[in-house]
């Protein structure tokens, strides 16, 4: 392990986590589990909003070998930090809560949080408002989010779900390698109908698009479509999503008005208000089906091409849709 992964040694977390140090015994041994999730989530940056985001998640765990020769068996490792995942960072929007800019209340059904962000170049501020059920937001108390803060927090919980014979932990979010010429973008959505923790509003990916025209794929529409129509970060919705405000299938909000959101779900109430032209709207719902469909029409609107049209959008790491007109 070395200094870009964010470690937890026994002694950071508990004066009584194991007899020895990982640097002075000989029986400690380091297992490694590479890839053992892929996580989708959002971001709040005070400089750019709400923003969405995917990772690849490593974990690494020193520790006494057992007497099977094991630091710990893989198939319980792998569940137990796939289940803690899930409780903690997964499709839960990540807020780092030392920020000025972020504020905070709590009442019975859920949370309340503020958020005011300013991009660069622009004359005021961004403010986002959303109200969730308990456990929506990941709370990273930190100024600003950095990879390595929200490294640290997930270690420290993990590392309290693990037994004393694991001396040190170090854990690695790793964002998908896309080439900077390929067309990607962030955005973020909630799916109303969804019974599982999609019908979060604000959880989110970072994902690629590819566009075809006949069998040429053309990149020029995959960069005007992430740039001009998305504007790189944005977030999802649908019509009748909407509680105030006003909203267009096929495009994003013209001005910095605000637009409010709500829906109900399995999970509770969700509700959250931004400005307009940071979200896109779609048609029955925010899957990334529909996300592929409008694209394709998009496309068909603006270049009106003889030859079929294949839009192909991802859903963060591995995943996706593509839809033909």
């Not at 007497?67 to 792998?78: Q, R, T």
């Not at 961004?126 to 640290?152: C, M």
């Not at 698009?209 to 529409?221: A, S, T, V």
């Amino acid at each position: 392990m070395n200094g870009q992964y964010s470690s937890i040694n026994s002694s950071e977390s508990s004066e009584n986590d194991g007899p020895e140090s990982p640097q002075t015994s000989g029986r400690l041994s380091t297992l490694f589990v590479r890839d053992v999730g892929k996580i989708d989530s959002a971001m709040f940056d005070p400089g750019a909003g709400i923003i969405g985001q995917s990772w690849y998640v490593d974990v690494w765990l020193t520790g006494t070998l057992d007497e099977n020769g094991f630091v710990f068996d893989f198939s319980p490792l792998k569940a137990l930090i796939r289940n803690t995942l899930s409780s903690t960072l997964d499709h839960a929007l990540i807020i780092p809560v030392g920020s000025q800019t972020v504020q905070f209340s709590e009442f019975d059904r859920g949370e309340r949080w503020t958020l005011k962000s300013k991009a660069r170049g622009e004359s005021k501020d961004a403010r986002w408002d959303y109200t969730s059920p308990k456990g929506s937001v990941f709370p990273v108390h930190t100024v600003a989010l950095k990879t390595a803060n929200i490294e640290q927090e997930f270690a420290r919980i993990l590392r309290h779900r693990l037994p004393p014979s694991v001396h040190q932990l170090a854990v690695k979010l790793r964002e998908e390698s896309i080439a900077p010429t390929e067309a990607s973008y962030r955005y973020t959505h909630g799916i109303t109908g969804h019974n599982g923790l999609c019908q979060r509003l604000f959880h989110g990916h970072r994902s690629r698009m590819e566009i075809y025209i006949g069998e040429e794929r053309r990149p020029d529409l995959e960069h005007f479509v992430v740039r001009e129509v998305f504007g790189t970060n944005v977030h999802i919705a649908t019509l009748n999503q909407i509680k105030s405000g006003n909203g267009e299938v096929g495009c994003r909000g013209k001005t910095d008005e605000p637009v409010t959101l709500a829906y109900s779900g399995t999970l509770g109430s969700f509700e959250a208000t931004m400005p307009s032209n940071r979200v896109f709207f779609v048609e029955n719902e925010t899957s990334v089906e529909s996300l592929a469909r409008e694209v394709a029409r998009l496309i068909k609107r603006e270049e009106r091409p003889t030859d079929k049209i294949r839009a192909v959008c991802y859903e963060g790491i591995d995943k996706g849709a593509e839809f033909v007109l």
